[in-house]
């Protein structure tokens, strides 16, 4: 791939970020699309996939040795682990390895953006400051999307090219076999709870019903990654990006269960880990009875995210005012989003 137009590295590109970066990236015909995750996937006119695993220092140089045109790097892969002070190494392993890659034979290499989190302001520990902003102090390690930032700051130093640092809420979007995937993982609940014939009720701690919340668009975040990376005053900033309104379940959940046709109950605490598990036989009766797509049970239930999201019994939002003082003035209805979302997931089949 030989061009002048920028050439864009989307690491992660089968993750529900990186995904619908690539599908951004290759819409406008401006760039030059490379996507590297360990599936990789089928080309196609616009879209270069590479299997790579990225823990793997070795394999990481060889795979990417002849991508030396890269101008941009979008930097969204993860790797989950069951505590925090475990993601550490992994996260920072696969960023070190893709930066080290790179930077060594790319010598045009404009941007490294990174995909961050409210974790960098401690939202998942428990109740934290809101509106979280970027100027916010630090936390107690460990964490590893500060580890990460700490590591590209160090190494952008006297370099040419520049790093931005994207922190969205809770992102809505569309990705199979991932494990942080609220949009899906609601949209599965309520589909088995109208398949036993029974209420849509809230499954997280009583708390959590009506503390003030925000999600973010895959497809908002993907314009805002874009943008921040080639706006020449957002060169090694951070930005909060969500969808600029604010929701509560208790506001949020009837609504959901008028689109699936159900019933409302009153919340209930369960942990969906726990009480999901004995489904996968219902959900593959379900997909031959309605015809669906046939997805693995795994693929499109990410219960443990939903015990974590649904726990959150403080509020927790950020602060997005930045993003629009550089230039991005972008918002989504998140109501409009999720109920958008479960529409493209019935037309994919992936619920009835
Ligand atoms: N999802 C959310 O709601 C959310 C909200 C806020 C912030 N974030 C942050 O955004 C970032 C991306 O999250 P995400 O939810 O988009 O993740 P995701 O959907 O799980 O995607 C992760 C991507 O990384 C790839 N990957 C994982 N391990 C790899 C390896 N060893 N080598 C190569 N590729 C690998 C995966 O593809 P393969 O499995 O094929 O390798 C996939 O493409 C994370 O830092 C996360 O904390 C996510």
Same mark, same amino acid.
């Given at each position: 791939?030989?061009t002048s137009?920028?050439v864009?590295?989307?690491v992660?590109a089968?993750?529900v970020i990186?995904?619908?970066l690539?599908t951004q990236?290759q819409?406008t015909?401006?760039?030059d699309v490379?996507g590297?995750s360990r599936?990789g996937?089928?080309p @196609?006119?616009r879209?270069?996939h590479?299997?790579v695993d990225?823990?793997?220092a070795?394999?990481?140089r ?5 991508l030396?045109?890269?101008t ?7 790797q989950d ?6 993601l550490?190494?992994p996260?920072?392993?696969m ?6 890659a790179?930077? @060594?034979?790319a010598h ?8 961050q989190?409210?974790? *960098? ?6 109740p934290f400051?809101?509106?979280?902003r970027?100027?916010?102090p ?6 590893f999307n500060?580890?990460q930032q700490?590591?590209l700051?160090q190494?952008q130093?006297?370099?040419a090219w520049?790093?931005?640092?994207i922190?969205?809420?809770?992102v809505g979007?569309?990705a199979?076999g991932?494990?942080?995937?609220l ?8 589909s ?5 014939n029974?209420p ?10 009506d503390?003030?919340l925000e ?7 993907a314009?805002?990654t874009?943008?921040a990376?080639?706006?020449p005053r957002?060169?090694?900033?951070t930005?909060?990006?969500?969808n600029?309104?604010?929701?509560r379940?208790s506001?949020?959940?009837p609504?959901i269960?008028?689109?699936f046709?159900?019933?409302v109950?009153?919340p209930?605490p369960?942990?969906?880990s726990a *009480?999901?598990?004995?489904k996968?036989?219902l ?5 031959e009875?309605?015809?669906l797509a ?5 693929a499109v @239930? ?10 959150w019994?403080?509020d927790l939002?950020a602060d997005g005012?930045?993003?629009?003082r550089?230039?991005?003035h972008?918002f ?9 979302l ?6 994919l089949r992936?619920?009835?």
């Amino acid at each position: 791939m030989r061009t002048s137009k920028p050439v864009a590295l989307v690491v992660g590109a089968q993750g529900v970020i990186g995904g619908n970066l690539v599908t951004q990236l290759q819409s406008t015909g401006d760039w030059d699309v490379m996507g590297v995750s360990r599936r990789g996937g089928d080309p @196609s006119e616009r879209v270069r996939h590479i299997a790579v695993d990225l823990l793997d220092a070795d394999d990481t140089r060889s795979k990417l040795a002849g991508l030396d045109q890269v101008t941009h790097v979008f930097y969204a892969a993860y790797q989950d682990r069951p505590t925090w002070a475990e993601l550490v190494p992994p996260n920072l392993a696969m960023l070190t390895n893709v930066v080290d890659a790179i930077e @060594s034979i790319a010598h045009g290499l404009r941007h490294i953006s990174l995909m961050q989190g409210y974790k *960098v302001y401690g939202a998942h520990l428990g109740p934290f400051k809101t509106p979280a902003r970027e100027t916010d102090p630090p936390h107690m390690p460990p964490e590893f999307n500060v580890d990460q930032q700490q590591f590209l700051e160090q190494r952008q130093i006297g370099k040419a090219w520049n790093w931005s640092a994207i922190r969205p809420a809770v992102v809505g979007g569309i990705a199979l076999g991932n494990p942080m995937n609220l949009a899906m993982l609601i949209a599965v609940y309520a589909s088995i709870c109208k398949e036993l014939n029974l209420p849509l009720r809230f499954p997280g701690k009583p708390g959590a019903y009506d503390k003030l919340l925000e999600m973010t668009d895959a497809a908002l975040l993907a314009r805002a990654t874009v943008w921040a990376a080639t706006e020449p005053r957002c060169a090694n900033q951070t930005f909060n990006i969500n969808n600029g309104d604010l929701f509560r379940w208790s506001e949020l959940w009837p609504r959901i269960a008028r689109y699936f046709d159900l019933d409302v109950a009153p919340p209930l605490p369960m942990s969906l880990s726990a *009480v999901m598990a004995d489904k996968e036989p219902l959900w593959k009766a379900m997909r031959e009875r309605h015809r669906l797509a046939p997805h693995a049970y795994s693929a499109v @239930s990410s219960w443990g995210f939903g015990d974590f999201v649904f726990s959150w019994d403080y509020d927790l939002f950020a602060d997005g005012s930045k993003a629009r003082r550089y230039g991005f003035h972008e918002f989504v209805e998140t109501e409009a989003m999720l109920l958008g979302l479960f529409d493209e997931m019935r037309r994919l089949r992936i619920i009835p």
